[in-house]
C-alpha cells in the first residue's frame, strides 16, 4: 500500500498519541544505548500507555465519523437523471408543455401537466431506480411525523439525539484513514507489552547491582542471577546508599538471609530494630537469632543461615573472628561437594579486622556474598 498522507486522516488526539508513542521508543533507544536511571524506561511505558488512550479516543470521536464524500456521484446521478427525463421529453415533446414552476425541484425541470399516465409512471420509476438510499434515508429522517404535527417541538431531546456532523472525505481517503488509524492503535499495544517486558528486564538486570537496584521483592536468585549475578565481595565503603541497619532491612525485603558481624552492641540494637517490622509478622516473620540472646553452636546458625530459617546477629565479644573461621571451614566442605545456596546468603563484615584470605572465592562458589562495612560511615 502507498503511504499518502492527508492532514485530516487524524484529529489533534491522534496525532498526539503517534508523538506519544514515537516519543516512547526514543527514550527505550537511550535506555538501551546509555543505561540511565530507570525512570527513563518507567516514563516511556507511561507514554505507550497515553499514546493508546489517546489513539482510542482518536478512533471512537473522529475517525469512526468520517463518511464518503458523494458529491461526484450525485453530479453524475442528477445528470443521469436530466438525461432519462430529456428522452422521455424528445418522445413526448410535441405533447408536454414547456413550463416550470418555481416550486419544481432542481431536477424537476418539466411541467407533468401534458404526459399520459404511462409516461409519468416511466418517469417516476427512472427516479426511484437513480435515486441512492442515502438521499431517501435523509428525506425520510426531514419529513415531520404525524405525531408530531400541531406540536411544538423539543429543542432539549433534539439536542441530545443530535449526532455529530460527520467528516466527509473521499472514499479513497477515508480508507486510508481507517487503516492509518488500525496501525496507529496496534502499534501503541504493541509499545505497552514492550514496555512492560522493558521494565522487567530493567529490574533484574538492576536487582543484584548495589548502586543501581530498586524496590527490594522476593524473587529466587535463579531468576535474580538470570541477566546479573550478585557480585561475591562487595566494599561498600566508597558511597554507601544506606547505612548498615538499612543494608539489613534491604536484605531482609529480598527474602535473601544474613549474618551480621558486629563488636558494637548499639550497633547490633539499631540493626534490630530496623528489622522489626519484619520479625514481628504475623504471616511468615523474619526469625532472627541473636547471639547475645541465645546460646547456640556456629554450626547451628550456619545450617540456618545456609538453608534460609534465620538470620544471625553476632556482636558477642570474640565471637565474631571466631563464628566467620567456622564458616569459611564449613564453606570449604560446601565447595567440596559443589553445594550452593538456593537464596543468595550474605555475610556482613561489620568489624575493624580483615577478613580470612580466600573468602572471596569461596563465596563466589557457594553463592554467598560478603559485605564489607567498615569504613563506610
Known sequence: MEFIWNMEYFSLTGYASAIAWATAL???????????????????????????????????????????DLTEQKAELEAKIAAEQQAVLDERGSQVAQIRFAEDAKDEFLDRAGLEE?????????REELTPEWKTEKKARSAPSEDSEGEGMDTEAIEETAE????????????????????????????????????????????NLYKAAYFPKKIPSALANLITSYPAMLDRSPKPRRNV???????????????YFTANS?????AREALRPFTGKKKRPLQVLNTDETTFTDTFAFENWWFNR????????????????????????????RAKVRQTAHLVWDMDSPIPDGLGQLAARTGVSVMRCRGSE
Not at 548499639?266 to 539499631?270: E, G, S, V
Open 26 to 68: 526514543a527514550l527505550w533507544l537511550l535506555h538501551f544505548l546509555f543505561r540511565p536511571h530507570q525512570i527513563v524506561c518507567h516514563s516511556a511505558f507511561a507514554l505507550a500507555i497515553a499514546a493508546f488512550a489517546l489513539g482510542k479516543h482518536n478512533s471512537l470521536t473522529y475517525v469512526n465519523r468520517i463518511q464518503p
Open 118 to 126: 404511462e409516461d409519468l409512471e416511466t418517469i417516476d420509476n427512472i
Open 164 to 207: 455529530p456532523e460527520p467528516v466527509m472525505m473521499k472514499e479513497q481517503d477515508m480508507m486510508r484513514a481507517n487503516q492509518y488509524d488500525a496501525w496507529n492503535l496496534n502499534i501503541s499495544k504493541w509499545c505497552m507489552l514492550l514496555g512492560l517486558l522493558i521494565i522487567l528486564h530493567d529490574y533484574l538486570r538492576r536487582h
Open 245 to 259: 541497619p538499612e543494608e539489613l532491612a534491604w536484605l531482609a525485603k529480598r527474602g535473601d538471609p544474613f549474618v
Open 266 to 270: 548499639d550497633d547490633a540494637r539499631q
Open 310 to 337: 534465620a538470620s544471625i546477629i553476632v556482636n558477642d565479644e570474640g565471637r565474631p573472628e571466631t563464628m566467620l573461621q567456622s564458616f569459611t571451614n564449613l564453606l570449604e566442605g560446601r565447595k567440596s561437594t
